[in-house]
T-cell receptor, first 114, second 114 residues
Framework: AQKVTQAQTEISVVEKEDVTLDCVYE???????LFWYKQPPSGELVFLIR??????QNEISGRYSWNFQKSTSSFNFTITASQVVDSAVYFC???????????FGTGTLLAVQP | KAGVTQTPRYLIKTRGQQVTLSCSPI?????VSWYQQTPGQGLQFLFE???????NKGNFPGRFSGRQFSNSRSEMNVSTLELGDSALYLC?????????????FGPGTRLLVL
């Protein structure tokens, strides 16, 4: 069975702090894909990153960075120097097996205070 | 390129009624998936359509159905509405819906069942 766990329900930080959102996944597939999406109050899920199981290179995009570790089945997301506009719910998702169905975690609500 | 669009954005219905939601994918995308988001169950996969055929289905009762047209636009229908059907319904599109392909989401339709 596939499962994604986001243990942090809510995180509150002050602007300019760094924050890491945790994601732990379970799958028996050898080939799988991991995603992060951002959901602002408007409701739309905004795609942030896609990573396949064979690529463990960390990635940095501006203030965002992702740490993928197969040994611990984790795909953590760090925002450096957080801003109020980063306030949203962030979802980690897994796709593997024979379909493109996404299995989502429960999400982490990030509140960045000015 | 225009993103995924969904209509209507908001809907209020009463128990027992039926509802039809519409989704227009990104131009050139042929795979459309539907997800239900509720506070209790989180984000759950409903079904996926490709080339006018339902290719994958989630664990939802038969009251939930959908279809896809030749221009890749999709509709989902919920018959005999129940209070528990109140949710944000999200549509996502991808090129052909293969495993690992990035799905791009629309703004969703918020359905309230009274």
């Amino acid at each position: 069975a596939q499962k994604v766990t986001q243990a942090q329900t809510e995180i509150s930080v002050v602007e300019k702090e760094d924050v890491t959102l945790d994601c732990v996944y379970e799958t028996r597939d050898t080939t799988y894909y991991l995603f992060w999406y951002k959901q602002p109050p408007s409701g739309e899920l905004v795609f942030l990153i896609r990573r396949n199981s064979f690529d463990e290179q960390n990635e940095i995009s501006g203030r965002y960075s992702w740490n993928f570790q197969k040994s611990t089945s984790s795909f953590n997301f760090t925002i450096t120097a957080s801003q109020v506009v980063d306030s949203a719910v962030y979802f980690c998702a897994l796709n593997g097996g024979a379909t493109n169905k996404l299995i989502f975690g429960t999400g982490t609500l990030l509140a960045v205070q000015p | 390129k225009a993103g995924v669009t969904q209509t209507p954005r908001y809907l209020i219905k009463t128990r027992g009624q039926q509802v039809t939601l519409s989704c227009s994918p990104i131009s050139g995308h042929r795979s459309v998936s539907w997800y239900q988001q509720t506070p209790g169950q989180g984000l759950q996969f409903l079904f996926e359509y490709f080339s006018e055929t339902q290719r994958n289905k989630g664990n939802f009762p038969g009251r939930f159905s959908g279809r896809q047209f030749s221009n890749s636009r999709s509709e989902m229908n919920v018959s005999t509405l129940e209070l528990g059907d109140s949710a944000l319904y999200l549509c996502a599109s991808s090129l052909v819906g293969t495993v690992g392909e990035t799905q791009y989401f629309g703004p969703g339709t918020r359905l309230l069942v009274l």
